[in-house]
């Protein structure tokens, strides 16, 4: 599916559109991941566990640090003159991210990114469960370690319930590498794909200057335009027809996000980045109940890195950006960007 209504008519009816064991493409019998491959009751009782981490008070409260620790990546980006903005920025701040909101060690947050990417590299031959072996192992000294902390990782561990009875160590290690993977990969690759376009276009960053009431916007074209998860798969618990298509009970289906951001039926011009629209609804953090538990924190994170390039100097790329291949079947953006700030 690569129409934007078609893809929110999917999205809003899960009930039709399973996401139990589906969202991978191809499926390899891997274990469901929390909450994404769950469909009611259970992935309403996982994604109550995420938003324990991630509540809009929880996410408001963490404004402060957020702002200091973006603001200090950039005074020392702007001093070097140029740098990699993946290697440090983009990744640094969810990573440090998943620390503050969990309490898991910086060492332990420190090898996510290459276990994740190793995990990518191995799916198409294995099971996730297999592929992501020394997350669940990392995760599960994290878990352990924490008992009687008064963070979420202790929280899971003493507190947490689901459906009236204390998590299990093996779905509170499912929800652990879940967050670990998401919460640092899509912010990843938000802000990189994000500040490659404000790269390409020196006057898109004057406005930003000039005009802040314009960043919330700036972020969602972004978001639009570049999405960091491109597509996830589904599969029909009936028939159907779409389009004149008969879908039968039990096919798989792939929703194409990226393709429905770029809908010419619901964006005009779809293929250029324009702040101006007057409508700013896209799929990036999926739609319906999987839409993406994180989306306020990402949000949050974008617009604050905007409001302190506010005051830095103009800045270019420096080099030929590399980008991902899809990770994962659906992961998408820069995985090094060389840029350079103009004195």
């Known amino acids: 599916m690569t129409k934007f209504e078609d893809i929110v008519a999917a999205g809003s009816t899960p009930e039709t559109f399973s996401s139990a064991s589906a969202h991978l493409i191809p499926m390899n019998k891997s274990k469901p991941a929390a909450a994404i491959d769950f469909d009611e009751p259970e992935h309403g009782q996982y994604r109550a566990l995420f938003f324990h981490a991630l509540k809009p008070k ?74 992501r072996a020394p997350l669940y192992a990392l995760m599960k000294e994290e878990y352990e370690k924490n008992s009687g902390q008064d963070n979420f990782l202790g929280w899971l561990h003493d507190e947490a319930t689901m459906d009236g009875r204390p998590v299990a160590e093996d779905e509170a290690l499912n929800v652990l590498v879940s967050l670990a993977v998401a919460g640092h990969e899509t912010t990843l690759h938000a802000v990189g794909n994000l500040i490659y376009q404000l790269a390409l276009d020196p006057s898109l960053q004057q406005r930003i200057r000039t005009e802040p009431g314009i ?47 770029r809908d010419p039926d619901r964006f005009e011009d779809p293929e250029s980045f324009n702040p101006d629209r007057s409508d700013m609804v896209h799929l990036s953090f999926g739609w319906g109940i999987h839409g993406c538990v994180g989306a306020g924190l990402a949000r949050m994170e974008m617009r604050t890195l905007l409001s302190e390039l506010r005051e830095l100097p103009t800045f270019e790329l420096a080099g030929e950006p590399s980008f991902s291949h899809l990770e994962g079947g659906h992961h998408l953006g820069p995985s090094r960007l060389p840029i350079r700030f103009l004195q």
């Open 215 to 261: 960043i919330p916007a700036v972020v969602e074209e972004s978001l639009r335009l570049r999405a960091p998860a491109q597509l996830f798969g589904r599969k029909l618990t009936r028939t159907i027809t779409v389009r004149d298509t008969t879908l039968n009970q039990g096919d798989r289906v792939l929703l194409a996000y990226a393709a429905g951001n």
């Open 58 to 131: 929880v996410v408001k409260s963490l404004e402060p640090d957020v702002k200091d620790f973006i603001r200090s990546r950039l005074t020392r980006l702007v001093a070097n003159g140029q740098a990699d903005f993946v290697a440090e920025l983009a990744l640094p701040l969810p990573l440090w991210m998943l620390s503050k909101l969990t309490g898991m060690s910086n060492e332990s947050v420190g090898k996510l990114r290459s276990l994740t990417e190793a995990s990518w590299e191995r799916i198409s031959q294995e099971p996730m469960q297999l592929a």
